[in-house]
């Protein structure tokens, strides 16, 4: 029989773990800045209200059931999801070089990104090595590795300004052997909230295609970083129109509030060229068969309620207008943070926490700060530094500013 006592006892899930620690905290004062997902001022889940009404439109549907998708899942979704992140005026779709996969989220699409990889990135003098920022989402890591592809990772984190090392992601691309997968976050960086600015994408691209590296882009955050749904697809965007072939996989999560029920995209765009759309029918039919053997198709009723909201004109205003809300109110604890840290005097330049952008930021606290911000204050994050700005609000900023000052003096 298989002999189950050799399996050995793998470590918790440090964001999970950190969760649970969060919970059985009785003290009246703790405050959770760890887990990426977005609350409101009252430190609660918002349903976005253009979520509420989709989800009225779809139970009111007479002839709802609860039936199989396509493999490829909900098209009326995956159709409207790659215009989102492409632009509807994108050249890639007129020309019909772009498959898409309904996934099991972001995360499902970055598995099936990686398998699909795994499987066929294996051309004459292609580096099968993914590079990825450091730091990055941690489950990057084992995603990519899960499917035997290789990690290794490019400078992106200054520790001293708390900003970009552009010089060292540049070089780092530049020395990496041709052909390398590189992965990219689309805006909003998890863990750090560092994203390049136009200009810098722009160098960043320059070196890709001088070295023939292949864009894998992470998109979670669109909409939810700037409030901006086509700003923060810029970069995705200009590398299109660059002319690179890539690949791009998207979260529902955060922009719609959707984390459980698990919607997203996998696309892959083809390089323009005169066969390039019979490339993206090859790549789809092989995208259909790696996912029938993961998971047959995706689940319903998450891409419902993002196709009820990208094809209603009326009901996509409202959820720009949801966007604006959920961006606003971390930009507003942002400058809130920064002020009461400025106003303390607390030891420090704290300009990054408005520099940063997204859910996160990157403190600059070390290790043993996070220690005792847990230990004395009852604040949970991750040992990085890295906070999750919805977990701030006007009723618990200033006793974390205040917890934060004390620990760094
Ligand atoms: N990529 C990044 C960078 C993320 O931060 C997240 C969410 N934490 C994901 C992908 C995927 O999240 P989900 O599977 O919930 O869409």
């Not at 009326?76 to 099991?104: D, N, P, Y």
């Not at 990208?310 to 207008?321: C, G, S, T, V, Y």
Request: aromatic fraction near 10%; charge should be neutral.
């Amino acid at each position: 029989s298989f002999p189950a006592e050799a399996v050995p006892q793998a470590p918790e899930d440090p964001l999970f773990g950190l969760m649970r620690a969060y919970k059985a905290d009785e003290s009246p004062n703790k405050v959770d800045l760890g887990i990426g997902a977005y609350r409101d001022n009252n430190g609660k889940p918002w349903v976005l209200p253009v979520v509420k009404k989709a989800d009225d439109v779809i139970r009111s549907d007479p002839d709802l059931n609860h039936e199989y998708l396509p493999i490829a899942g909900l098209a009326s979704f995956t159709s409207k999801a790659a215009e989102l992140s492409l632009g509807a005026s994108s050249a890639a779709l007129a020309e019909k070089r772009v498959a898409s996969v309904q996934t099991i989220s972001g995360t499902g699409a970055v598995h099936l990104g990686a398998l699909f990889l795994a499987k066929f990135y294996k051309v004459d003098g292609a580096n099968r090595t993914v590079y990825v920022s450091n730091p990055t989402w941690a489950n990057h890591n084992q995603i990519f590795t899960n499917v035997g592809l290789p990690i290794a990772t490019y400078p992106y984190f200054d520790k001293q300004t708390k900003g970009l090392d552009i010089q060292g992601m540049l070089k780092a691309l530049a020395d990496a052997p041709e052909r390398s997968i590189v992965l990219l976050h689309a805006c909003a960086h998890n863990p750090t909230g560092v994203d390049p600015s136009p200009e810098q994408w722009r160098d960043i691209a320059e070196v890709m295609k001088a070295k023939k590296h292949f864009p894998f882009f992470d998109t979670a955050y669109q909409g939810f970083a700037s409030g901006d749904l086509d700003r923060d697809a810029g970069a995705i965007r200009y590398f299109v129109e660059q002319g690179f072939e890539l690949v791009i996989a998207q979260s529902f999560s955060k922009n719609l509030g959707l984390y459980g029920e698990r919607a997203g995209a996998f696309h892959y765009v083809a390089a323009p060229a005169s066969d390039a759309t019979a490339t993206t029918t090859r790549v789809a039919s092989q995208l259909a068969i790696l996912q029938r053997s993961e998971i047959s198709n995706p689940p319903i009723y998450g891409a419902k309620v993002a196709s009820t909201v990208l094809n209603d004109p009326a009901l996509f205003a409202e959820w720009q207008e949801n966007l604006r809300t959920m961006s606003g109110r971390i930009i507003a604890m942002r400058e809130a943070l920064r002020s009461k840290l400025e106003e303390y005097g607390t030891p420090g330049t704290w300009n990054h926490i408005t520099d940063q952008i997204g859910m996160f930021s990157f403190t600059g606290l070390s290790e043993a700060q996070v220690a005792k911000l847990r230990s004395d204050f009852h604040v949970y994050m991750t040992k990085n530094g890295r906070i999750s700005m919805a977990g701030l609000n006007t009723s618990n900023i200033e006793y974390f500013a205040k917890a934060v000052d004390s620990v760094v003096r």
